[in-house]
């Protein structure tokens, strides 16, 4: 089993190559990051030259409902950043690209204007030959309609979210023969904190 931790989770203590350095002698061989960080093809190929396998990346989400509506400033800077997200996982070799449906609450309206641009997305995708994981957050229903709508489409387990989102709902039941990345971290199961804490810190 590949056993992977995310990359710049220590930033602000640690510097990225001592961090790299640490996954090593304490067993990591992979890891991910957010897409739009400044320095992310520096972190990317020193992590690729250390040995550590960059699994996939996190693509940004908070503009992701301009997907589903909103005027075409708003799409335009919502497919700049996820459009981009493609390019840095084709330009480095990362298969996978983990992406919000819907951010926030409440979750955005499924509308015909964001199939269409979600058809594009996925399109564009697919010529770069990255596969879209559809991570788990509120937005239940729209995960559904995305996984069901794109069958290479993955999905993306994040257990924290399960437990302070949608706590009694299990994904696994529905989509685990679409799983192809798993974000492993921590909530108190308070709704809306969303905390990323240590596995077994925050009672989940």
């Not at 770069?128 to 993955?154: C, H, Q």
Request: hydrophobic share 40%; aromatic share 10%.
């Amino acid at each position: 089993m590949k056993i992977g931790i995310h990359l710049g989770c220590c930033l602000e203590n640690i510097s990225i190559e001592e961090q790299i350095r640490l996954m090593k002698e304490n067993g990591f061989t992979t890891s991910f990051c957010m897409a739009d960080r400044p320095n992310v093809d520096e972190w990317i190929e020193k992590a690729q030259a250390a040995g550590i396998e960059v699994e996939n990346l996190h693509s940004p989400f908070r503009k992701i409902n301009a997907m589903w509506h909103g005027d075409d400033k708003a799409l335009k800077e919502c497919e700049s950043e996820i459009y981009a997200a493609v390019d840095t996982c084709a330009r480095h070799g990362i298969p996978t690209l983990v992406m919000h449906v819907t951010y926030g609450i409440p979750p955005a309206t499924v509308s015909d204007y964001g199939f269409a641009n979600y058809d594009r997305f996925m399109e564009y995708a697919r010529s770069k030959n990255v596969r879209i994981a559809y991570e788990n957050t509120k937005g239940v229903g729209k995960l559904i309609t995305a996984i069901e709508r794109y069958e290479d489409s993955g999905f993306c387990w994040d257990v924290g979210h399960e437990f302070s989102m949608t706590s009694g709902l299990t994904y696994m039941l529905f989509f685990m023969q679409k799983l192809i990345a798993v974000h492993i971290h921590d909530n108190t199961g308070i709704v809306g904190k969303d905390l990323h804490m240590i596995p077994f810190d925050g009672g989940g």
